[in-house]
């Protein structure tokens, strides 16, 4: 595991458990964001952007997946949560599970668990990872970014130094895994507009602008 993402998700233990100790309770006003995005439309540099404008954590795919492995080998980041809120997510954990007839396996279960830990503690930007999905319970703006092929496509190549044909199939195939995870552990369709209450096209709207919507729906 990267030695900066296990230094940051140690931090994060610690403004938690430090929380916890000043009896802080989990919040109860919307100051969750969860951002789901197509390949190549700036969605992780919305997600950057957001983050620093309201001075909130971000979670994108790699911290919650090393918070995930963090949580296999200790208890701790998840008992950052009193009896209480773990009952919550325990509860939650079985409710989803019914509801979209999902056969869980402990990868899920731990899914679950991490990603409304960290929607319960709020102040968070969540990247990816079906966390639209998971909170359902949870106070959360849900985000959705998108933007026209062509120029999704020339993101990927100046970002990856690729050509038009290889940045178009790893966009097909990126797009293509991100379904796939969906299906398989919230058995949900990305492309579903109700999944979310802010679609936003970053071929018409800048970062800036997009960030500036998200903050105004956020009230």
């Known amino acids: 595991m990267n030695r900066s993402i296990l230094k940051i998700i140690d931090e994060q233990i610690k ?3 430090m929380q916890k100790k000043q009896g802080l309770e989990p919040v109860e006003t919307c100051n ?3 951002i789901s995005r ?3 439309s700036r969605g992780q540099q919305v997600a950057e952007a957001l983050s620093q404008a309201l001075g909130f954590d971000l979670f994108h795919n790699k911290i919650v997946e090393s918070m995930i492995e963090a949580s296999q080998n200790s208890k701790v980041l ?8 773990m009952n919550f997510v325990e509860d939650l954990v079985a409710e989803l599970v019914h509801e ?8 899920s279960k731990i899914l679950l668990r991490v990603l409304n830990t960290i929607g319960r503690h709020g102040n968070a930007v969540i990247l990816g990872r079906g966390a639209n999905f998971a909170l359902k319970n949870i106070d959360a703006l849900r985000v959705r970014i998108v933007a026209p092929a ?3 496509r020339k993101v990927v ?11 178009q199939n790893m966009m097909i195939s990126t797009d293509a895994n ?11 369709d990305t492309q579903d507009p109700a999944s979310y209450d802010l679609i936003l096209n970053t071929g018409t709207l800048s970062v800036e602008k997009a960030v500036s919507i998200i903050q105004s729906a956020l009230g």
């Open 178 to 188: 991100r379904t796939a995870f969906i299906r398989r552990y919230f058995n949900a």
């Open 150 to 152: 062509a120029l999704r």
């Open 157 to 167: 190549q100046e970002a990856q130094g690729l050509n038009a044909e290889d940045a």
């Open 78 to 85: 998840l008992e950052t949560l009193d009896e209480k809120g």
């Open 15 to 17: 403004r938690w458990e």
């Open 32 to 34: 969750v964001i969860t």
């Open 38 to 40: 197509e390949c190549g």
């Open 100 to 107: 979209h007839h999902l056969w869980p396996d402990e990868y």
